[in-house]
């Protein structure tokens, strides 16, 4: 297959200059962090507990239609109330680390003002639990759960929201910060901007392609501004989870303003401190980019330690008169999404674990010297609870696949230091709800039963091991 990169002369050629090893014994480097994410929302539940605000999410989970069957995080997996169990399951299954998100309208109901004492309480009790059992918190700040006051003044439209994330970040690192040594800022500010604000398929549900962009810049300037607030609170290790995807095409153009799009605009504002040339020259017909003010870029590109990765698919892509814009990639008109010839998840996306080697070896190639972290990497397939046992498979078969992917981008020069396995637990999968089950342990809403499945067995093989 072509891997088309776009801009500047990015094309990787057909022939692979990878290996990927399907078969044998591999050993991953020394240290290689292997852990598990989870988010906030999708796991916590206890909504309205100890002064927990209002988020976007608890919002649009309550809008009717937006999410399958009314799903809302409520109680998901009572992981508030739960966290000894599940930290214990990290344990037995030997995991190094763990990234969970701190929820914002927990630290702070309205988004700004003075901490909520009993919400940091919750994430000292539980980044406690974790070091007791030998496991290393990381902290994503940001999971997608914008507290519902800011999103009332505009939310990421709003050049103040980031402003408001920075102040948030200290007040979290003050608390944590002498026993939490990783802070990720962002998780995937692409799905926040474009599918919260462009195309209204998460929240806030806004559906006008030119905020995706305003969004976009101010969740950048929020990163930096962030990431300042961390230094100056002396954090250790600080960076940034983008999705990333790369793209395949025979079609080079097309190819270019997906790459640009998806990857470029978040990738070059923080690690080279400039907008792509042609993706701000693409979104001009949606916005004249006055958002930016001087300085803005200097403030994003402040130096960080690690890229969290976060990969699922490639992007394959084909040029086709006629099609409409796809409404999470603005400017699309006459790109086609689609058509992979590739075996599914429950997702409808395709099992393409070469596209990681590819991205991991674009990005060691374009943007040398900053240390990658897959941040997620996973699967939903649907799972069944046979005799206390889940023989997930196909689950085992995707993260074995792409392991050694990722195996294969290392030999090729990746500075990859660790994997996180998207996710620990099944949780709510947002606007699909908790029909979509991502966990390598198996969560019974019902009970509340946690049941690890084939593929937590397995991957705890391949920590003790470091290899597969
Ligand atoms: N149109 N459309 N949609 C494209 C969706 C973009 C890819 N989705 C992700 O990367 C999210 C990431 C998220 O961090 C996690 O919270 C989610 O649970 C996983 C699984 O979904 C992945």
Not at 126 to 155: A, C, F, K, M, S
Not at 305 to 333: C, I
Request: charged share 25%.
């Amino acid at each position: 297959c072509d891997t088309e990169w776009g801009g500047e002369d990015m094309t990787v050629s057909a022939e692979k200059s990878y290996e990927i090893q399907d078969s044998g014994v591999l050993t991953f480097p020394e240290g290689f962090v292997w852990g598990a994410a989870t988010a906030a929302y999708q796991i916590e539940g206890a909504a309205r507990e100890d002064g927990r605000g209002p988020s976007i999410w608890d919002t649009f989970s309550r809008t009717p239609g937006k999410v399958h069957a009314g799903h809302t995080g409520d109680v998901a997996c009572d992981h508030y109330h739960r966290y000894p169990d599940d930290v214990r399951i990290m344990r037995d299954l030997g995991l190094a680390a763990y990234r969970f998100s701190v929820s914002w309208p927990r630290v702070q109901p309205d988004g700004s003002g003075p901490a909520n004492p009993r919400g940091l309480d919750f994430y000292d009790r539980l980044v406690d639990e974790l070091r007791e059992n030998g496991i290393t918190p990381i902290v994503t700040l940001y999971h997608w759960d914008l507290p519902q006051t800011l999103e009332d003044r505009g939310g990421w439209t709003n050049r103040e929201t980031a402003e408001r994330f920075a102040e948030y970040a200290a007040i979290t690192h003050a608390r944590l910060g002498d026993r939490v040594e990783t802070w990720t800022t962002l998780n995937e500010p692409w799905c926040s901007a474009f599918l919260g604000y462009a195309s209204g398929i998460h929240a806030p549900g806004r559906a006008e392609p030119a905020l995706g962009f305003t969004a976009a810049h101010h969740l950048l300037l929020g990163h930096g501004l962030a990431v300042q607030a961390l230094r100056a609170s002396g954090a250790g290790k600080v960076g940034i989870t983008l999705n990333l995807s790369p793209v395949i095409s025979d079609d080079a153009e097309a190819a270019a303003i997906v790459d640009g799009l998806q990857n470029r605009i978040f990738l070059d504002p923080v690690l080279r401190g400039e907008y792509p040339a042609d993706v701000v020259e693409h979104a001009r017909r949606f916005t004249d980019w006055s958002f930016v003010r001087d300085g803005d870029l200097e403030i994003i590109s402040r130096p960080t330690d690690l890229l969290g990765v976060n990969y699922y698919h490639p992007q394959t892509v084909a040029a086709r008169a006629g099609e409409p814009a796809n409404p999470v990639y603005p400017g699309s008109e006459g790109i086609a999404f689609g058509g992979a010839d590739a075996p599914r998840t429950a997702m409808g996306w395709p099992v393409q674990p070469f596209g990681l080697t590819d991205l991991l070896l674009r990005l060691a190639r374009d943007y040398p010297g900053t240390p990658l972290l897959i941040t997620e990497n996973g699967a939903a397939f649907d799972d069944v609870v046979e005799d206390g046992e889940v023989h997930d498979v196909g689950r085992l078969s995707y993260l074995d696949g792409h392991l050694r992917a990722a195996h294969a981008a290392i030999q090729g020069g990746a500075d990859l230091r660790g994997y996180l396995v998207w996710s620990l637990l099944d949780n709510f999968e947002w606007a699909e709800g908790y029909r979509k089950r991502f966990g390598i342990v198996h969560v019974d809403y019902g009970t509340q039963r946690r049941t690890p499945k084939d593929s937590a067995l397995w991957y705890s093989e391949v920590v003790r091991r470091n290899g597969l």
